[in-house]
């Protein structure tokens, strides 16, 4: 079974510091790794994915993360905070070659940007 | 409109009730699934639709839920003799044939309220 652990339910930085969200999984095997970002009331949004190949990874509104196997790690990184980065933040797995790949995810990270 | 379309997106119920749920993926999505969201808890798999064959159930999906998508087109997810555990947000997602590597899209969510 694989599992997701968030380090942080809760994460405030100031605008314009750098935002680090940690996120370490459990899998027998290395596999696809995902960050959703979820805004109030609405759906969950991919940010970025890791699948195969490089293992920093770039997405979307200036986000990045990084795969490291031997940490079984995949923290996602922004330089710098935008007020607009506030939401809350999911990281997920889904395993490889596996019936239906469904996304098993951590608890979340509340991010919260202050002025 | 091309996304992910959940109707309603606000329900509120009495305890005892039915509800049902509707979920329209994009339509050349052939996978559907459907996911619960407890407040601050990151997103729990509920089950799956690989065009109108469900393939997997979770353990969360006890007798009272059940699931259908009887074309391979829109799904709905009813709940009978709804609780007050059952209050969450009920996500739909869906991903092409060999979207492994795309990752879902999720729609906007029908956020639930037994009182």
């Known amino acids: 079974a694989q599992s997701v652990t968030q380090l942080g339910s809760h994460v405030s930085v100031s605008e314009g510091a750098l935002v680090l969200l940690r996120c370490n999984y459990s899998?027998?095997?290395?596999?696809?790794l995902f960050w959703y970002v979820q805004y109030p009331n609405q759906g969950l949004q991919l940010l970025l994915k890791y699948t195969t190949g490089a293992t920093l990874v770039k997405g979307i509104n200036g986000f990045e993360a990084e795969f490291k196997k031997s940490e079984t790690s995949f923290h996602l990184t922004k330089p710098s905070a935008h007020m607009s980065d506030a939401a809350e933040y999911f990281c997920a797995v889904s395993p490889i070659k596996a019936a239906g790949n469904k996304l098993t995810f951590g608890g979340g990270t509340r991010v919260l940007v202050k002025p | 409109d091309t996304g992910v379309s959940q109707d309603p997106r606000h329900k509120i119920t009495k305890r005892g009730q039915n509800v049902t749920f509707r979920c329209d993926p994009i339509s050349e999505h052939n996978r559907l699934y459907w996911y619960r969201q407890t407040l601050g808890q990151g997103p729990e798999f509920l089950t799956y639709f690989q065009n109108e064959a469900q393939l997997e159930k979770s353990r969360l999906l006890s007798d009272r839920f059940s699931a259908e998508r009887p074309k391979g087109s829109f799904s709905t997810l009813e709940i009978q003799r709804t609780e007050q555990g059952d209050s969450a947000m009920y996500l739909c997602?869906?991903?092409?044939?060999?979207?492994?590597?795309?990752?879902?899209?999720f729609g906007s969510g029908t956020r639930l309220t037994v009182v």
């Open positions: 899998s027998s095997v290395p596999p696809y």
């Open positions: 997602a869906s991903r092409p044939r060999q979207g492994e590597l795309y990752g879902y899209t």
